[in-house]
Every structure is written in C-alpha cells, then in structure tokens.
C-alpha cells in the first residue's frame, strides 16, 4: 500500500481544525492503513490525518504495544503532569520537552465503527495527546513559551523556506503547462 506524504510545516492544513468523521466505510479504513503505514514508514509513533493532508478526525498511534486507529478521539479525562521529550514528523529537526496529563482517558471509535475508551499513561499518554492536538490544528511548538521557541527559530525558518520554495516550484510548473 502506497504512504502519503508527510505535509511540513507551515503548511497551512496543519493549522486547520478538522472536521468529525460520519460514517466509516472502505475509504476511512483505507485511510487509516495508509496512515499507519506512512507511520511506520517514517519511524514515529503516532501520525494525525492533517499531517498527511486531510482534514478529518484520524489518528494512528503505536509506541510499541500495539497499532491504535482511532476515529473522532476526545480526551474525557486527564489527571496528574507529566514533562516529555516529543519530536513530530511535521516539524522535522525540532525536539522539545512538552507538559501533558500523565493519564488520560480517550473515547472515539475504532475503524469497525464502534464506541471505544483507551486509557493512557506515560509515553502513551502523550502521543494520544499530541495526536488529538493535530486534530485542532495545535502543533508542539504552541505548547512551549517564546523563550523556548527562539532557540529552534532557525529550523522553523529553515521549514518555511523550503515550503515556500515548494510552492514557488508548483507555480512555474503549472505556469509552464498552460
């Protein structure tokens, strides 16, 4: 099965809020495959349906116990703080330490479609967490303070420019066809 690709930032569709998933039929679950594959393909332990250019609630997290796909997740409970070490693949080079629940609980549906709840703690905890945050169009680096965010400004810039080339490379070639 082909994997998508993993959308940068700032690419705008990371930004945007996504919309709840109504039914679940052969193409969410094809998605949620393609999704754990490009995960996997990539070496992280959880990927969003943003990251790869859609706007629905998908989420795929494994952080070695297991591949979870869930539909429409929401955070019901959260207890206790935990600090952590997070990367994400969307903003490649940038490794922050970011506080979180230590436990949550996640309700949403599994890709049959039925209500399910997942408790969290740990390592586990978090990728949920910044999973579902991708869902709203948060990214790690709104969880951490400008101080903070200054010493990696440099990556950010770096990502921006790359982008902004991409989209300069879109435009000649479309230009270029006509």
């Known amino acids: 099965m082909p994997v998508y690709n993993i959308k940068k930032y700032p690419d705008p569709v990371l930004r945007k809020k996504t919309l709840r998933v109504e039914k679940i039929g052969p193409r969410e679950k094809k998605i ?5 594959e490009t995960m996997y393909s990539a070496a992280g332990v959880g990927l969003a349906a943003p990251q790869v250019g859609i706007s629905e609630q998908f989420i795929v997290v494994d952080v070695g116990e297991g591949l979870i796909k869930l539909i429409n997740p929401e955070i ?3 207890e206790g703080e935990s600090k952590m070490e997070e990367g994400c693949l969307s903003i490649p080079g940038v490794i922050l330490n970011i506080k ?7 309700r949403g549906w599994n890709e049959r479609g039925e209500s399910v709840e997942i408790p969290a703690q740990g390592l586990f905890s978090h990728a949920l967490q910044h999973e579902i945050d991708h869902l709203q169009g948060i990214l790690i680096i ?3 303070d400008q101080e903070e965010k200054q010493k990696f400004m440099s990556v950010l ?5 790359e982008f902004n080339s991409s989209l300069d490379l879109v435009k000649k070639s479309s230009i270029s066809r006509r």
């Open 76 to 78: 019901v409970f959260r």
């Open 100 to 106: 979180r629940a230590d436990k949550i609980l996640v």
């Open 157 to 161: 810039k770096k990502l921006e420019k």
């Open 142 to 144: 709104d969880r951490v």
């Open 32 to 36: 949620l495959s393609q999704m754990a």
